[in-house]
């Protein structure tokens, strides 16, 4: 294994992460290859990992490891692996993603993920992202289950993330929350940032890196002690349905980072239907899978 400790120049200063190791990092290839080595955690800034898109700052120390089979094909491997799938075309698929499955590669997990699965299912995925998460477009919490969209080409994920940046993508998730919601309905309107001490969760915050966050919720079933709610992001934000039940006092049940990780089995959110333009045919598709069987029979008849 490669080991680099480099130190930000003021010429450097407030460069993209990326950006600043594909112009100084003696071994790299390409920025597609140093966003790979950030995306799995072999870089850390003043010894914390950080995203591709983190600004370094006059002085920072980065340190890069780079694996002696990194380049090897060996981190995403197809895999023979059981997928349910919703909706499939030239262009794209509607994924029914099972808790506890991650998405793509990362860290210390190569293998069963979603992309292994579909590297082995489809020989066409969008390259857009890095190739360690060919045709994602969006993503899902490891512990979230419910339907993700997939695309086959890049022209399609091109137009599938402009519909999701411009938030007209329809999206409602299923949730059980903590406590007996107050009100049938209603909207959350909180930016969220990082945290202030835990730099691996996110929180409310009103500081300039916050960004806009907005949550419409509308109570299906109350019991004692738990909510059975419908939610509806309205912006994209990491962890933003997590934090924004949180902030309301009514955590996701079995949420182990912002609520109480004993209170369900999993964590209680499901993604339950997703609707969008088709990029080729233009017309409007929408899709909804069933509720978690552990969800109904939590709520009862």
């Known amino acids: 294994m490669a080991i680099h400790i480099l130190k930000v120049d003021e010429a450097h200063d407030y460069l993209r992460l990326d950006v600043f190791l594909t112009q100084v990092l003696p071994e790299a290839p390409s920025r597609t290859f140093v966003q790979k080595l950030i995306e799995f955690g072999h870089v850390r800034v003043n010894e914390t990992v950080v995203k591709a898109h983190h600004k370094v700052a006059f002085g920072d120390d ?15 491997e197809p895999e023979n692996i059981p997928l349910d799938i919703f909706y499939e075309d030239d262009y794209l698929m509607v994924i029914n993603k099972p808790k506890g499955m991650i998405v793509h590669p990362a860290q210390g997990c190569y293998s069963g993920t979603l992309v292994n699965a579909l590297l082995h299912h489809s020989v066409q995925l969008s390259q857009v992202n890095t190739d360690m998460r060919p045709g994602i477009v969006h993503r899902l919490d490891k512990e ?52 202030p001490r835990y730099r691996e969760k996110k929180s409310v915050q009103y ?15 109350r019991k004692k002690g738990v909510t059975l709610v419908s939610l509806f992001p309205k912006t994209g934000r990491t962890h933003q349905l997590r934090v924004h039940m949180a902030y309301l006092k009514h955590p996701i049940l079995g949420d182990d980072k912002y609520g109480k990780a004993k209170s369900f089995p999993r964590l209680a959110l499901h993604a339950q239907s997703i609707g969008f333009i088709h990029p080729q045919t233009k017309k409007y598709l929408e899709f909804s899978s ?12």
């Open 62 to 76: 980065v340190s890069v490891e780079i694996p002696k089979d990194f380049r090897t094909p060996q981190y995403v």
């Open 144 to 195: 979230t289950s419910g339907l993700l969209l997939i695309a086959k080409d890049n022209i399609t994920h091109t137009k599938l993330a402009k519909q999701f940046q411009r938030h007209v993508i329809k999206k409602r998730y299923m949730a059980l929350v903590e406590g007996e919601m107050e009100f049938d309905e209603g909207m959350v309107d909180a930016p969220i940032g990082r945290h």
């Open 207 to 221: 500081d300039d890196d916050a960004k806009e966050s907005v949550t419409y919720y509308r109570v299906i079933k």
């Open 290 to 301: 069933r509720p978690p069987e552990e969800f109904l029979l939590k709520m009862g008849p």
